[in-house]
């Protein structure tokens, strides 16, 4: 079979990039063949070359090394999304940066809130930490924050503390139905955010709760949402294209670690051909009514598509 023509919107794309602290780093992801840890002054080479080749959106994680209870990494003063943000922005001009507004990445315990003592959620304390977050990120000149903790109201709580502080311009990408997954196994390997105990199903939602995803989408609206998300998106075509019919609202959509390493692998053993499988991925994500897609991909499609043109 012949090499599938790719020609997708690179505009509809965002590229997930991940931070840590340093200088001069560049470091492989071993879960994620062909996706690093950069240092702000690497990822910005980084984010210049893909933005080069037409990938004008990039989503930013980052993790620490001084994981605390509270993930107060994550938030303090001169953290390091918020320097990152600020090089990419000043650097890199048309650039969208969105940021990832969670605390797994920063908590001694992994899990993607402040604890109480019976290892529940506490909410006030989750929704101050995570708008402390947004704050600082939208203080920085984020364009989108992406709050994916699953804390019932950060939405709004965060919507409210931007407004508060002079960010009513920033914008807000909500991870609405995030589902519990599997396929984020790499993902917690690259940012080593992996829960210490138990699991996230306390606040991510159950795979087969058709109905309960759309609620939460339709909550996350409500709350002032500027984009909801679907996510993963290939096991959730069909909750992707619910959304799209039900609320004609902007629709992201994340074509997650796992999904993205399957590829990776499969592609390496001589399995597939990578390109035409990656096209029939996204094409398949867009036909489900996707307006984004946040895909690690993002870079190889654009490096194939310059191919194409030349
Ligand atoms: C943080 C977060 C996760 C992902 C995005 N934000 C991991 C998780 O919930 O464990 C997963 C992304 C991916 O797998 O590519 N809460």
């Not at 994680?61 to 918020?82: H, L, P």
């Not at 138990?198 to 984009?227: N, P, V």
Request: contains cysteine; hydrophobic residues 40%; charged residues 25%.
């Amino acid at each position: 079979m012949a090499e599938d023509r790719l020609n997708i919107d690179l505009d509809s794309l965002t590229y997930p990039l991940f931070v840590i602290d340093g200088k001069g780093i560049k470091e492989p992801i071993s879960s994620m063949p062909g996706i690093f840890r950069f240092s702000p002054d690497r990822l910005l080479e980084e984010a210049s070359k893909t933005k080069e080749r037409g990938i004008n959106k990039v989503l930013l994680f980052g993790t620490s090394d001084k994981k605390d209870e509270c993930g107060t990494g994550g938030y303090r003063a001169g953290n390091t999304i918020s320097k990152t943000v600020k090089l990419l922005k000043k650097n890199i001009p048309g650039i969208t940066v969105l940021t990832d507004v969670c605390l797994c990445a920063y908590t001694s315990h992994g899990h993607c809130g402040i604890l109480k003592e019976q290892g529940n959620i506490d909410k006030k304390a989750t929704l101050s930490a995570l708008s402390s977050m947004a704050v600082s990120h939208a203080a920085a000149g984020a364009d989108y924050v992406a709050p994916s903790a699953m804390a019932e109201g950060q939405v709004r709580a965060i919507r409210q503390a931007l407004n508060k502080n002079g960010y009513a311009a920033v914008k807000i990408m909500a991870y609405s139905a995030k589902f519990a997954s599997q396929f984020y196994g790499p993902f917690r390997d690259a940012l080593n955010s992996a829960p210490r105990f138990g699991d996230r199903r306390q606040y991510q939602l159950d795979y087969t709760d058709r109905k309960r995803a759309l609620k939460e989408i339709a909550d996350d609206i409500r709350e002032g949402a500027d984009i909801v998300m679907v996510k993963p998106a290939l096991g959730y075509l069909d909750i992707i294209r619910e959304a799209r019919d039900r609320f004609k609202y902007p629709l992201a959509a994340y074509n997650v670690s796992g999904e993205y390493t399957m590829v990776k692998l499969s592609a390496k053993a001589g399995y597939c051909d990578e390109k035409s499988m990656v096209s029939e991925i996204i094409k398949s994500i867009k036909r489900a009514g996707a307006d984004t897609i946040i895909t690690y991909h993002a870079r190889d499609i654009a490096t194939w598509m310059s191919r194409e043109k030349a």
